[in-house]
């Protein structure tokens, strides 16, 4: 049996119930307080200013289509249909940083760049046993800097893989901004386009981690 066949099969071209933008930044808001009043006991990593790129990207991410994130997925999550009550609850109990839903298709890895192999497996699957899906890799600005990310890019266009890695570039690896780290006003995403990789440019209000009135991660 196809690894990408052991979860769930989705209807193609399911219509998921999009959240809005006011929404989004409800609930990261709600996320923000209650981490500030304790009631959260590990890290957050939470959006803002990002919300119009992400639901147009989601506009065009499928019911059965694979989204493999970073440590700040939140807003993938509810974008691809997990229920607002499940997600919250699991970031209650610890696990904002590490959120996995097989039953709608996310993945998320608390681990520089841990989930992108993992996603380009799927994708070369799905090409090998003529699937319908496609696979959705997320990925911060740092991170695709990176040689795992750089190799799986590559390879994944290459070989022709249905699979978009999404750059989210808010300029900052953690607490330094990422153009500075590498003594450049450009990264290499912006000086080589691919057609596999789409980006957009964002600032984030809230810190790294957390949100601003507890401990700064």
């Known amino acids: 049996m196809r690894y990408h066949s052991l979860l769930p099969v989705f209807n193609q071209g399911e219509i998921i119930k999009r959240l809005s933008a006011e ?11 209650l981490f500030n009043q304790g009631k959260i006991k590990a890290p957050v990593h939470l959006y803002s200013g ?25 807003y993938q999550c ?8 499940k997600l919250r609850k699991a970031i209650i109990d610890g696990r904002s940083i590490s959120l996995t839903f097989p039953e ?3 993945y998320s ?39 795992i990310a750089q190799t799986s ?3 994944s ?13 808010n300029d900052l ?22 057609s596999n990789v789409i980006a957009y440019k964002y600032r984030n209000s809230y810190p790294h981690a957390g949100a601003g009135k507890r401990v700064q991660f």
């Open 109 to 147: 890895s608390a681990i520089v760049g841990g989930h992108i192999p993992i996603a380009v497996g799927v994708a070369l699957d799905i090409k090998r046993s003529g699937g319908e899906e496609s696979v959705w890799c997320f990925i911060g600005d740092m991170t695709s800097e990176t040689g």
């Open 173 to 194: 690896s953690v607490l330094t901004e990422t153009r500075e780290v590498w003594a450049s006003s450009r990264l290499r995403y912006e000086e080589t386009r691919q």
């Open 23 to 33: 929404e989004l930044i409800l609930f990261e808001s709600e996320i923000a307080e």
């Open 157 to 169: 266009l290459m070989h022709n893989l249905p699979i978009t890695f999404v750059i989210e570039d």
């Open 78 to 85: 509810l974008l691809k249909g997990v229920p607002i009550v």
């Open 153 to 155: 890019m590559r390879y």
């Open 50 to 74: 990002n919300e119009r790129e992400i639901i147009e990207i989601f506009e065009r991410v499928q019911s059965n289509d694979w989204v493999f994130c970073s440590w700040r997925s939140h």
């Open 104 to 106: 709608y298709r996310v």
